[in-house]
T-cell receptor, first 112, second 113 residues
Framework: AQSVAQPEDQVNVAEGNPLTVKCTYS??????LFWYVQYPNRGLQFLLK??????LVKGSYGFEAEFNKSQTSFHLKKPSALVSDSALYFC??????????FGAGTRLTVKP | DTEVTQTPKHLVMGMTNKKSLKCEQH?????MYWYKQKAKKPPELMFV???????INESVPSRFSPECPNSSLLNLHLHALQPEDSALYLC????????????FGSGTRLTVV
């Protein structure tokens, strides 16, 4: 079965500092990996995806993610965090049956 | 149109009521989904529709009944719910193949009293 894990419930960073939100995956075959962000009482917004190609994927709002096959990781990164980046972040994997499964989520807090 | 629209945004229903949640998209997506999300938890997949046919039912209780009347609409019929069914219900749609992400609606906040 396809799955992803987010080892950190909470990540705190200061505004202007780089941020990393971690994700590891367990898939058979080629992984289709995604990052979504959720603001309070809202649906999920797509940030970026890895399907194939370059290991560094650039997405919305200045976010990027690095796919690492040897470490089975897909960490989300941003060079300089904003207070407005504070939200709940989900890593996800899409299976061959059209089913997308989410990690437990990481709450990012960016302090001024 | 690049949105998934869910109605109503909020719903309070008694345990003996029957209600329906509605989801609509006009992006030409042929796969549509229902997810349930409890507070501070990840979305949990409930149902997957592909070309208007139910392809995945994640062992959801029969008090939840999905319906896909056409390629743009997805309904979730609710009957005899329990208080523990209170949650945010999210609808999503996507292209059929795995290398596309989902587009999510803003959800329906359901409270069962």
């Amino acid at each position: 079965a396809q799955s992803v894990a987010q080892p950190e419930d909470q990540v705190n960073v200061a505004e202007g500092n780089p941020l990393t939100v971690k994700c590891t995956y367990s898939v058979s075959g080629n992984p289709y990996l995604f990052w979504y962000v959720q603001y309070p009482n809202r649906g999920l917004q797509f940030l970026l995806k890895y399907i194939t190609g370059d290991n560094l994927v650039k997405g919305s709002y200045g976010f990027e993610a690095e796919f690492n096959k040897s470490q089975t990781s897909f960490h989300l990164k941003k060079p300089s965090a904003l207070v407005s980046d504070s939200a709940l972040y989900f890593c996800a994997v899409r299976g061959y049956n059209n089913d997308m499964r989410f990690g437990a989520g990481t709450r990012l807090t960016v302090k001024p | 149109d690049t949105e998934v629209t869910q109605t109503p945004k909020h719903l309070v229903m008694g345990m003996t009521n029957k209600k329906s949640l509605k989801c609509e998209q006009h992006m030409g997506h042929r796969a549509m989904y229902w997810y349930k999300q409890k507070a501070k938890k990840p979305p949990e997949l409930m149902f997957v529709y592909s070309y208007e046919k139910l392809s995945i039912n994640e062992s959801v209780p029969s008090r939840f009944s999905p319906e896909c009347p056409n390629s743009s609409l997805l309904n979730l019929h609710l009957h005899a719910l329990q208080p523990e069914d209170s949650a945010l219900y999210l609808c999503a749609s996507s292209q059929e193949t795995s290398n596309y992400g989902y587009t999510f609606g803003s959800g329906t906040r359901l409270t069962v009293v």
